[in-house]
């Protein structure tokens, strides 16, 4: 296993999407995980929500495709889309180079801005990978 990235300054899913947060905490970045990355080999497509879209925090939002397989992406939050990181389009493969830096996927404004303080810090979530991979 590959040493994985776990970037304090974000909040991370059950899900394997990580969460980062703006001063005011009212629009938050998205993506998924150096783990989910890792786990789902070379991505080739993804399907992201489109601005305006809303999205449910736990209900899929969209699809991460790779050479090994499909996987829904999760919302780990509920808003509104306000963008989208188009250039996945030509080259998805960002994803697995840099999943928290130039891969992110989108952009949400929260609904609730304390739904934040149920997703877990990086400890709490290097702890579930560990036990996930035990």
Not at 12 to 26: F, K, L, M, P, Q
Not at 58 to 82: F, H, N, Q
């Amino acid at each position: 296993m590959a040493d994985l990235d776990y970037p304090v300054s974000l909040r991370y899913s059950r899900d394997h999407e990580w969460v980062a947060t703006t001063e005011d905490n009212a629009v938050v970045r998205v993506g998924i995980t150096d783990f989910a990355q890792e786990q789902l080999g070379d991505v080739v497509y993804v399907d992201l929500p489109e601005a305006g879209d809303s999205v449910t925090a736990g209900e899929s939002c969209g699809e991460v495709e790779s050479t090994k397989s499909v996987s829904d992406l999760i919302a780990p939050v509920s808003g509104t889309v306000t963008d989208v990181n188009d250039s996945l389009d030509d080259s998805p493969e960002t994803v697995n180079s840099s999943p928290f830096e130039d891969g992110w996927m989108y952009l949400v404004e929260l609904s609730d801005p304390a739904q934040l303080e149920s997703l877990m810090d990086s400890e709490a979530y290097e702890e579930l990978i560990q036990s996930e991979e035990a």
